[in-house]
């Protein structure tokens, strides 16, 4: 049986499928995370980076993946919606950790 995770990084999930639409005054980024490690991730959450054109940073928060915990070659999928604003190009999406890199 899988433990939980003491620790982990950027590198504890593939986040694959992610993409980044208009839907008038508002913004979708929707895609899916994978655990790559071999113990359950609780409390999973991830970075959102909106940028611009040029690849400046518009807008930048930490989401919760899932109130679950997400085992060992699992998957879940994400949507994070939010207010439009002027300039938004393309999102980035990656795993967040804090404390211990990991959220403990």
């Keep these: 049986m899988a433990r939980l995770c003491k620790e982990w990084d950027e590198d504890a999930c593939r ?8 839907l008038r005054d508002f913004f979708r980024v929707r895609g899916k995370a ?8 609780p409390h999973l959450q991830l970075k959102l980076v909106v940028l611009d054109a040029k690849g400046k940073s518009l807008i930048e928060d930490v989401f919760h993946l899932t109130d679950r915990k997400l085992r060992p070659g699992e998957s879940c999928e994400f949507k994070i919606e939010g207010e439009w604003r002027r300039g938004m190009k393309d999102a980035k999406v990656t795993v967040w950790f804090s404390g211990k890199r990991g959220g403990e």
């Design 15 to 22: 986040i694959e499928d992610v993409t980044f639409e208009r």
């Design 34 to 41: 994978g655990n790559l490690l071999a113990c359950i991730l």
